[in-house]
């Protein structure tokens, strides 16, 4: 009974210690979900008018190819799926672009949101574990989009089947305009984001639709609305018999007074890329110091027995027979946090740094990323129904292709274990990264840029070049991969020869060769910035010491006078004295 102040101080000091950590981890969550949105305002800002000149050609969008690869490089570009989405929509309630070639550009927007949560990634790459499976987390979004294009857009190429499905739904309904999607993040984050930077959006979607005046626009908002403005009006009111009366009526007028918007670069005359390297920097140092203290403070909370039970909570399925309905439920909780959030790609950056520390397997964030996809068309969906009258079906329609891109995908690779392929590619991909590290920038540079921009050049080359040249690429991978799968699973089926790639040289069968090259070349870099450095410090150094022997110099030279300078001065003293 005497310790029990004692015990009951240290609980309290834990307990308070506990709380503290956590509020610690709800403010940078916040600071990481405020970059994010930041790090989409600075992509828009030094890539939004391209992006929207890339929507302008429709030539090169009537082709599928060409018009996946627009949507991954505007995605890219603009780092949001839901404005490369929204631009889509204006084109197709334009009448600029049709619904056939919407939506190949959909799917890509799909895979082009991805690029977050690799980026979130690379920044645990410190340590070499949790590189790994936060690697593996990130990218199994990016397996399950590629593949799913691989076979939804041949089949929706030949037969339309996702127009047809979104078709008829749009045609068995009978929609309205409606309000604007809810909005519940940006709630809580506009607050902070609004004092940074403000967008004018439709700067981008007037470049898409052709509006010339908007290229001299900057997309830096400076004008801002007010609020609606409610006064007292007169309403004239004609009877049957046409009478005439005059009712009073409370009316509000849309057209709402305009004052200059609040943030730090309103009164700027920097350009837009300008500004927009600079937010990219500054949000980049966010991302990354609270993604590092968020990964601390995490490793601090859920250690010892703390993490055994979370990680059992998390990934444990339900008792038999209802095990299968475990994945499915994580489908419908990551649906509903991607709604809440409202982004995609807020969701899976969130859930990456989780994967990186053990607290989520990469068999739950599956299903989860899965969910993920779901929740954000239904976002899309919500914001087509925003859509005016006139407009609403064609906008409804082209966010239904988005939704059954998805939900066909799920149905392709997640019911049967078998067909969970994105599970292992995304651990292959992993693992290859912890061993070589620079493979996670060379994939994110081959897989989100350099490809499609190969592609996109060939698709303006004209149809025959791209297939000529795309044809034995594909023949060649295809190839690649049945033989990977025959050795791993029946070599026995193959030739002696390639039951193994032992054949061929070292440098196409192993990244080690490239390995060593990257190191030489990083080393030697490095030892150059050392030598630079140490001769800098060197000069610096024999620079200080020459100032301070002529500084000794001259103060023994002020103390104690030269001779010769004190025989001359007695010579002068005695012939003055002599005149004298």
């Not at 007028?253 to 500054?282: E, P, Y």
């Not at 939704?403 to 292959?428: C, D, E, H, K, S």
């Not at 103060?555 to 004295?577: C, F, V, Y």
Request: positive net charge; aromatic residues 8%; proline residues 4%.
């Amino acid at each position: 009974q005497g310790d029990c102040p004692w015990l009951c101080q240290n609980e309290r000091r834990r307990l308070s210690s506990v709380l503290i950590n956590v509020a610690k981890v709800l403010l940078l969550l916040y600071m990481f979900i405020c970059s994010l949105d930041i790090l989409s305002s600075a992509f828009q800002l030094a890539g939004g008018k391209v992006a929207g000149d890339i929507f302008r050609d429709s030539a090169i969008l009537s082709n599928p190819v060409a018009g996946l690869v627009v949507g991954i490089l505007v995605t890219v570009l603009v780092q949001s799926s839901s404005t490369s989405t929204s631009i889509i929509v204006s084109l197709v309630s334009s009448g600029l672009l049709e619904v056939r070639s919407a939506t190949p550009i959909i799917m890509g927007s799909n895979i082009g949101t991805s690029v977050t949560n690799t980026i979130v990634a690379l920044m645990q790459a410190g340590e070499r574990d949790e590189f790994k499976r936060a690697f593996a987390g990130a990218t199994v979004h990016d397996c399950f989009n590629w593949l799913s294009v691989l076979v939804l857009l041949p089949l929706e190429a030949s037969s339309g089947l996702l127009r047809w499905l979104s078709h008829a739904v749009v045609s068995s309904f009978h929609l309205k305009g409606g309000q604007d999607a809810p909005e519940l993040l940006k709630i809580i984050t506009e607050p902070f984001t609004k004092l940074i930077i403000q967008l004018d959006k439709s700067v981008i979607t007037g470049i898409a639709t052709g509006n010339e005046h908007m290229r001299n626009r900057s997309l830096v908002k400076i004008w801002c609305r007010s609020g609606p403005q409610t006064v007292r009006g007169m309403n004239r009111n004609l009877g049957n018999n046409s009478s005439a009366g005059w009712t009073a009526l409370n009316a509000t007028l849309s057209a709402a007074k305009m004052q200059k918007c609040r943030h730090l670069f309103v009164d700027s005359s920097m350009s837009d890329l300008a500004v927009g390297l600079i937010l990219l920097a500054a949000s980049l140092l966010v991302l990354c110091s609270c993604l590092v203290l968020l990964v601390k403070l995490l490793n601090s909370l859920l250690k010892g027995q703390v993490t055994k039970v979370i990680h059992q909570l998390i990934n444990t399925d339900f008792p038999y027979p209802f095990q299968w309905l475990t994945g499915y439920l994580a489908i419908l909780v990551g649906a509903g946090m991607t709604f809440v959030v409202q982004s995609s790609s807020v969701f899976t950056s969130a859930i990456t740094p989780l994967i990186g520390i053990g607290v989520i397997s990469l068999e739950r964030a599956y299903p989860l990323t899965l969910g993920s996809n779901i929740g954000t068309t239904t976002t899309a969906i919500l914001a087509a129904l925003a859509s005016p009258s006139d407009k609403l079906a064609a906008a409804f329609q082209v966010a239904l292709c988005h939704f059954f891109f998805n939900v066909l995908g799920i149905l392709l690779w997640y019911p049967v274990p078998l067909t969970r392929l994105p599970i292992g590619m995304a651990r292959f991909l992993g693992e290859r990264t912890a061993k070589y590290r620079w493979f996670a920038v060379l994939y994110l540079l081959l897989c989100f840029l350099l490809l499609p921009s190969v592609v996109l050049v060939l698709s303006m080359a004209g149809w025959q070049v791209m297939v000529s040249v795309g044809a034995p690429f594909v023949s060649v991978l295809v190839f690649i991969c049945v033989i990977n799968m025959l050795q791993a699973c029946r070599p026995h089926c193959l030739p002696r020869k390639l039951r193994s790639w032992d054949f061929l040289p070292m440098w196409m069968r192993s990244l080690k060769p490239a390995d060593t090259v990257i190191t030489r070349v990083t080393l030697s870099c490095t030892k150059r910035l050392g030598h630079g450095k140490n001769r800098a410090m060197q000069r610096k150094h024999q620079l200080a010491a020459k100032s301070t022997t002529s500084q000794r110099n001259v103060q023994l030279a002020g103390e104690n006078p030269a001779p010769s300078k004190l025989h001359d001065l007695h010579r002068l003293q005695d012939s003055m004295s002599t005149r004298l």
